[in-house]
């Protein structure tokens, strides 16, 4: 898949463009992507960055990081995405003038959005409007029940199989694995410790059975208070792998939600737990 970050960028060719967000690409947001790909045109998503709910000053948990979001709409089948740089400036564009200088430009023809799906200057533009400039306009019905702030409330409450379900596949942690304390070496336990971006939704404090690079993973998500930690880290020890990670981007998915973290009365008491979560992690099923 292409990437573009400027109209410029892109060739004007007959295109079918899903516009949105598409903040995790959960099942809504590929019902919508599927309609453009289906239109007969160039597939395209024409999509935003940073989330515009932060520039205008909320605080907004990402379901995935750009990198992921990308990636994920490639799997869908677009074979262009333009993403277009969320600004004050952007916002405060006339809805006409944002569709001739970021859809009209690319050659757009058909455009699919959710129901919902409103733009430009105070949220004036919508789909009606689309159709009256031109556009052949197709609007994808909302999914009952499936929206970004339902999985952040499921993955809030360390709900990951359930969170699962509404964006059709695993939930999933992104990040650079960095030195951490090896002390998961000296137990036995070798892990990964994963640094991800301040935006990006965290689950609930605990320990999870999931995968990553082909093999399963138990992952701790804390702050290890059997050793006082006072600092979030995200850990995870690879099954039956061995190899240097560091540096690495790891796209870690969480299957199954195993215990709370706590404290041990004993370093032994700890490993032996570790020893039954990765047990568990073996015997875990993938969500679908």
Excluded: C
Aim: charged fraction near 25%; proline fraction near 5%.
């Amino acid at each position: 898949m292409n990437v573009a970050h400027a109209p410029s960028e892109l060739a004007s060719r007959a295109r079918a463009v899903a516009i949105g967000t598409f903040d995790g690409v959960h099942l809504g947001h590929g019902a919508v992507v599927a309609a453009a790909v289906d239109a007969g045109r160039s597939a395209t998503v024409v999509t935003f960055h940073p989330h515009p709910r932060t520039v205008l000053g909320n605080r907004v948990e990402l379901l995935a990081t750009l990198e992921r979001r990308l990636e994920l709409l490639a799997a869908l089948g677009v074979e262009d995405t333009l993403v277009v740089e969320f600004t004050p400036e952007l916002a405060a564009l006339a809805p006409e003038k944002f569709a001739r200088r970021y859809l009209a430009s690319i050659g757009t023809e058909v455009i699919v959005a959710g129901a919902g799906f409103r733009f430009g200057r105070r949220r004036t533009g919508d789909l009606a409007l689309l159709e009256t400039l031109g556009f052949d306009v197709r609007v994808v019905p909302i999914l009952e029940g499936i929206s970004s702030t339902r999985i952040r409330q499921r993955v809030h409450a360390g709900d990951v199989g359930g969170a699962a379900q509404l964006l059709g596949r695993p939930v999933e942690v992104d990040g650079i694995v960095v030195s951490g304390d090896a002390r998961g070496g000296t137990l036995g336990f070798p892990t990964a410790n994963l640094r991800v971006e301040p935006d990006q939704l965290v689950p609930a404090y605990g320990i999870y059975a999931g995968a990553v690079l082909g093999h399963r993973a138990a992952v701790s998500v804390g702050v290890n208070p059997h050793y006082g930690g006072a600092e979030r880290r995200i850990e995870a020890f690879v099954l039956d792998f061995e190899g240097d990670l560091y540096g690495r981007r790891l796209v870690v998915e969480l299957w199954e939600r195993l215990r709370d973290e706590r404290a041990f009365e004993s370093e032994p008491d700890l490993v032996a737990q570790i020893a039954r979560d990765v047990e568990e992690t073996r015997a875990a099923q993938r969500p679908v």
